[in-house]
């Protein structure tokens, strides 16, 4: 992510697959998709609404892609690339796009990064030719003084938006006790300090050359585009570009814990927090869906189970979620809730035990199951609305196109959630929220480590 | 087969395509029988309704005593009314997949829906109930404030908030409304009590003090009509007068210090009291602030970010409100680094005062603030926003017609003459929040001000 002023950035951006489904209620999305020579997946998609067009490129590399001692590299890597190329000095990339009135930005996550700017129609050309040549031309562009000052703004990004934050640390330690040293989701997007402050030139070269060309990307063009002339321009400006080796597919590597593991944390904050994590399977695996819904209606709305007994009913609790973080290669589901003054991380955890005790055992009421079913289906409309930007239209089809190499899933997504039963959804959640496989961390105030759960 | 580009040239952009923001054919304005101002705008890629409630009276009509009564009316709205508890108001919405929200600020408060076009009669029933006859019961009450004073005790833990809280109150001041955060303090919220609600309800909450936006699959007259019938019950009455007090700026300079016990980074805010939102001058400080610190490519951000290193982002704004403002610049700084950014983002601010802009800055800053719009007109949310923002602050009813002719007519004189007699770098209020024991040396070395030591109470 790059920090744009009065534009505050999202803290971490982990991909959620929550909001989405298919078949809008008019009719299905439409697009198209064609592969160049060179490998590269290009997807178009005309939406009429405003006269501007988004572009949007995913590479099908993230952080997972990182060997333990160069941690946070992708990351870093993502600034680099606004750093300017062999045509596009330094500092024009945004200079040309604000000018042009747009908005733009990237992000990293274990998975992908993805880069996308949305400009007045008649930029299209202007946004091909930076995104192009930044793909072909990066590497002359490249030099120290840039590296150390991004190594710096990166260091101050960790400084922010982890060790300044509060609880900003409880990702971390989690993805270290996940999974084993060797697992590449064992250390976060952002890295650690020392990493991201020995990255060098070499590295830069050298994962440019593994994981940026072409043939491991998806470009995605929509907005109030000419079909033929976009088609000639993409040519143009991207077909040349050579082919990078081919990039393996990453498979599902989920560990399996079985003794729960309980960890404290001190940091400075006014109020106790309870996480809670568990395996569970990967991004459109198996129960995938599954797992969502039971997230929904655990802890979305006042309704939910944990809201209403947390929040609403004993008021133990200032706040609870819980996310299912589906990733490539092992999705986790996660709890997180804050107690209120005075109250224990025990009572928390007895609670949420409870709640999900009752849920497996149970089910869903037949409410629940058509409040969060009408729930992904409205959602799913919603999300829609917008063409770029971060889960915009074009944003998801590279996603369905990188992970399942198909983006008229787009239109297909929907039916997973719609045509579950409630029986899959009290199964999922009996398999995966299983109590001694998970791993609990208990962030307190300094010195009160007696408010944690042992 | 590849044509040959010539990639050394920045591509041209093609023709600017014509785009009116707010197409007039799809835009209407209808005043309903009891008085409400009811802006529609058609929309129909999706079959979707998007709903703003806007109440024009905001947290600026809050005594100081109690401060953060009208965010905690807000919240309470949906708390349970007169015929739905606060259970079964969730449940109505969330069986439908409607999305509801509640909202306060400043100048004004409200709620928002965004429902299905199908489910639209139904989601109405219920916002029309949570309009018209909130009830604040007692049992919710005391747990909607228990929930805002955790919050504001989990505010110790933000330096940014704990940074913009200080701030404005060092500008402010106590005796003003805008001085207080918009949640309130500890004191203030705990002496809320529910008779002090219903009674800001029943002055605040009436159809003659109220716009609703529309923007949605759905035509003019139609949506009328079933708010004539949904809302049938709300009368009309005399709102709350604004009786908010001008306060002379503080002279001088200071540097308000907040201790961070070993913190690495410093939250920083400089500034100093700025302009109302309907101001003559709103465009010329507009299009100074992009070059200044408005955008990424700003030279605050450029500086401090892109050259320096020091920071993830830096930037600047100007917070326009009904009775007044502030213009501030903000970012989290590496803590060794603390004193130079103080020094560099008051560098910038000279050096616009006194040098102006160059012509290539003012026409860059005007294009991208043009250009821009198209795409903050594309979702129903992004466009009731804007008609909100018309609505709340009273601006003309063509403003979105005459936006583009007003940036354009921004004159380089303009922008120097703003620049000139809005920024007062000798007149700064500084606050620091970092690891005093370390940067309290070096802030004094500066010689800006006098470096007063504070705690997060102030």
């Not at chain 1, 988004?54 to 606004?82: D, I, Q």
């Not at chain 2, 770098?425 to 800006?448: M, R």
Request: aromatic share 10%.
């Amino acid at each position: 992510m790059i920090a744009i002023p009065s534009n505050y950035p999202i803290e971490f951006n982990e991909s959620k697959y929550n909001d989405q489904g298919s078949m809008p209620l008019n009719g299905a999305v439409t697009y198209e998709k064609y592969t160049l020579d060179n490998g590269l997946d290009v997807i178009l998609h005309i939406d009429r609404t405003v006269p501007v067009v988004s572009v949007n490129l995913w590479y099908h590399v993230g952080s997972a892609r990182e060997v333990r001692g160069k941690s946070g590299f992708a990351h870093l890597f993502e600034h680099m690339m606004f750093q300017g190329s062999q045509n596009a000095a330094a500092g024009l990339h945004f200079k040309l796009i604000e000018d042009a009135g747009g908005t733009l930005n990237g992000s990293t996550t274990t998975d992908r990064t993805n880069y996308w700017a949305t400009v007045p129609k008649n930029y299209l050309e202007l946004l091909l030719w930076l995104e192009s040549d930044r793909m072909g031309w990066l590497l002359p562009a490249m030099t120290e003084k840039k590296l150390h000052t991004q190594i710096d703004v990166v260091k101050n990004e960790r400084r922010q938006n982890y060790d300044n934050r509060p609880y900003g640390l409880a990702f971390e330690i989690l993805s270290e006790h996940l999974y084993p040293e060797d697992h590449p989701y064992s250390w976060t997007t952002i890295g650690s300090m020392e990493d991201i402050g020995n990255a060098s030139l070499g590295d830069v070269t050298a994962f440019f050359k593994q994981y940026y060309g072409p043939n491991n990307a998806s470009l995605c063009i929509g907005g109030d585009i000419d079909i033929e002339k976009t088609k000639s321009l993409v040519s143009q400006y991207f077909g040349s570009i050579p082919s990078g080796p081919p990039v393996a597919k990453m498979k599902p590597r989920i560990p399996d814990i079985r003794d729960a593991i309980y960890l404290t944390h001190e940091d400075n904050v006014q109020l106790p927090r309870l996480y809670m994590a568990w395996h569970t399977t990967h991004v459109y695996g198996h129960d995938d869906a599954e797992m969502d819904l039971v997230i929904d209606a655990l802890s979305h709305g006042k309704n939910s189970r944990l809201y209403r007994s947390l929040v609403y009913e004993k008021q133990i609790a200032q706040d609870v979620s819980f996310m299912h973080i589906s990733r490539e290669i092992g999705s986790i589901a996660i709890v997180v809730a804050t107690a209120r003054p005075d109250i224990s991380l025990h009572q928390i955890k007895q609670t949420i035990d409870e709640d999900i005790d009752a849920f497996v055992s149970d089910g869903l009421t037949d409410r629940e199951f058509d409040r969060v079913r009408n729930a992904q289906k409205s959602s799913f409309t919603y999300s829609l609305q917008r063409v770029g930007g971060f889960f915009g239209v074009t944003d998801r089809l590279n996603e369905y196109n990188i992970f399942l190499g198909d983006p008229g899933f787009i239109n297909n997504d929907l039916t997973r959630y719609l045509d579950t039963t409630k029986e899959n959804i009290r199964s999922a959640a009996g398999r995966y929220l299983e109590p001694n496989k998970r791993v609990v961390l208990n962030i307190v105030p300094k010195g009160k480590t007696e408010l944690a759960f042992k | 087969m590849h044509t040959n580009i010539d990639r050394t040239k920045i591509p041209e952009a093609g023709t600017i395509p014509g785009f009116s923001l707010l197409d007039e054919t799809k835009l209407s304005r209808i005043k309903l029988s009891n008085g409400i101002d009811l802006r529609t705008y058609r929309y129909k890629k999706l079959p979707v309704v998007q709903l703003y409630l806007v109440i024009r009276t905001g947290a600026y009509s809050d005594p100081v005593q109690k401060a953060g009564m009208t965010n905690l009316l807000s919240e309470m709205l949906d708390e349970g009314t007169k015929n739905r508890s606060a259970l079964k108001i969730a449940d109505d919405f969330d069986f439908l997949g409607t999305h509801f929200n509640t909202w306060a600020s400043m100048d004004g408060c409200g709620l928002s829906m965004l429902s299905l076009r199908e489910h639209l009669d139904t989601s109405l029933e219920v916002v029309s109930d949570v309009i018209q006859n909130p009830d604040f019961p007692e049992n919710e009450l005391t747990r909607i404030r228990q929930n805002v004073l955790t919050k504001i005790l989990q505010e110790a833990d933000q330096p940014n908030v704990l940074a913009t809280k200080a701030f404005v109150k060092k500008i402010y001041g106590e005796d003003h409304p805008y001085g207080y955060p918009l949640l309130g303090t500890t004191d203030t919220v705990t002496s809320i009590e529910r008779g002090e609600l219903s009674d800001k309800y029943s002055r605040s909450f009436m159809p003659n003090n109220a716009s609703i936006i529309i923007v949605g699959d759905i035509d003019a007259k139609e949506i009328a009509n079933k708010l004539e019938t949904a809302l049938s019950g709300w009368e009309k009455g005399n709102a709350l007068s604004a009786d908010v007090q001008e306060i002379p700026d503080p002279g001088g300079s200071e540097i308000f210090l907040l201790h961070r016990p070993d913190a690495v980074q410093s939250q920083i805010r400089i500034g100093h009291r700025g302009l109302e939102r309907k101001h003559k001058d709103y465009f010329p400080v507009r299009v100074m602030n992009q070059v200044l610190g408005g955008q990424f490519t700003s030279r605050i951000n450029l500086n401090l970010r892109e050259d320096k290193g020091y920071t993830y982002g830096a930037s600047s704004l100007w917070d326009m409100r009904k009775f007044g403002g502030h213009f501030l610049a903000a970012g989290g700084f590496q803590g060794e680094y603390t004193d130079k950014s103080v020094y560099e983002i008051i560098k910038e601010f000279r050096e616009i005062r006194d040098k102006g802009v160059t012509h290539a800055e003012l026409e860059s800053a005007k294009e991208g603030l043009i250009r821009s719009l198209p795409r903050q007109f594309e979702t129903p949310s992004q466009i009731a926003t804007q008609l909100a923002n018309v609505a709340l602050y009273d601006l003309p009813g063509n403003y979105y017609d005459t936006f583009v002719e007003n940036v354009q007519r921004v004159s380089l004189e303009d922008v120097d003459r703003a620049a000139a007699m809005y920024i007062r770098p000798e007149n700064v209020t500084v606050v620091v929040v970092g690891d005093a024991d370390s940067i309290k040396t070096p802030l004094e070395y500066l010689g800006i001000g006098k470096v007063i030591l504070t705690d997060a109470q102030g």
